[in-house]
């Protein structure tokens, strides 16, 4: 699902204006898809912090796991999420009240992961959403290259 005024140049925007990434879902499992892109996003120079509460206690690529984004002590720009779409609703109720303390400006849903409703409810806080796209492969498309 594209959204409304997700254009290449608002994924690129996204991808320079982010620093830090709060990734939902991260996995420590390198067999997972969210494994082997977390590194990517960490070599490509973004500090990326795991949100996996069944991982608690672990380390991913060096970076503690948190059990909700409300546990990450830091700022971040971005949500990226790697959970199913049926999930969305409740990690946006998550993450709204946050909007303002950690400085989240985007929510990235990767690919086969949409939610209409969730993503209006988002929007409508000051959050662009960009759904159904894998983050690593916009990386390479748009900013890598330049």
């Not at 059990?67 to 990690?91: C, H, K, Q, T």
Request: glycine share 6%; hydrophobic share 40%; with cysteine.
């Amino acid at each position: 699902m594209t959204l409304p005024n997700c254009t290449s140049d608002d994924i690129a925007r996204a991808l320079t204006d982010t620093r830090t990434i709060a990734m939902v879902g991260a996995s420590p499992d390198p067999a997972r898809d969210s494994h082997s892109v977390m590194r990517y996003l960490q070599q490509a120079g973004y500090r990326v912090i795991p949100v996996n509460p069944g991982a608690v206690g672990r380390s991913i690529h060096g970076e503690p796991v948190h059990a909700a984004l409300a546990d990450i002590p830091d700022r971040f720009e971005m949500v990226n999420v790697f959970r199913r779409s049926s999930e969305v609703r409740g990690i946006v109720g998550e993450l709204l009240p946050l909007v303002a303390d950690k400085g989240i400006r985007y929510l990235w849903l990767q690919l086969q992961i949409c939610d209409a409703e969730s993503a209006a409810l988002a929007r409508s806080a000051g959050i662009e959403v960009i759904a159904d796209r894998c983050v690593r492969t916009e990386h390479r498309r748009l900013v890598a290259r330049r």
